[in-house]
């Protein structure tokens, strides 16, 4: 059967699983430090529920990289300490995020975090390592239609100019 057949967690990983899992827990740790401080900065209780529960998936899918890089025996990015609560009132405005800046941001996580997650399913050669960030792809792309919603609901979405009209007469 060679060494990539029978059962994918007994397959040793390639360099580019190791650097796609260490990479991804890595910016793991970030997003959980920064979206517990834009938690500090926001007004928002829907925004702050919000993220939240990005927060909380954030450490889920950390704990399922820390097991999977010790499994295969890879060293462990450093973890920044937990951010303290406080109030947003205490933040001076000048000084704090507004909740549209703040959903933007975590917007663009999201699109970042989406290609990171088809890079990693487009080099693995273990099937539980694709299928599991297949399934961070989902739960990123279902926050990311929950997110949008709430930005248009709330009128944070910024549009580029709408393209209504095309030229009528245009010649090449």
């Known amino acids: 059967m060679g060494i ?21 827990l890595s910016s793991l740790k970030g997003i959980i430090s920064g979206y517990q401080t834009m938690m500090n900065h926001t007004g928002d209780i829907d925004l702050f529920k919000f993220i939240e529960n990005m927060v909380d998936e954030a450490k889920r899918e950390e704990m399922e990289m820390e097991q999977l890089l010790k499994e295969n025996g890879v060293g462990l990015p450093p ?14 405005v000048g000084a704090r995020f507004n909740d549209s800046e703040i959903a933007a941001m975590i917007g663009r996580d999201l699109a970042t975090g989406l290609i990171a997650c ?12 694709a299928m599991t960030f297949g399934r961070y792809h ?25 393209h209504v009209e095309a030229p009528q007469n245009v010649t090449v």
């Open 138 to 162: 989902s739960n990123k792309a279902q926050a990311g239609a929950k997110l949008l919603q709430m930005t248009k609901d709330k009128g944070w979405l910024v549009l580029p100019p709408l």
């Open 4 to 24: 990539l057949g029978g059962n994918p967690q007994e397959e040793p990983m390639h360099y580019g699983e190791v650097f796609g899992a260490w990479s991804y």
């Open 118 to 129: 088809s890079q990693v399913i487009g080099q693995a050669a273990r099937e539980d390592i």
């Open 79 to 92: 973890s920044p300490p937990e951010r303290a609560y406080s109030d947003h009132d205490n933040i001076p």
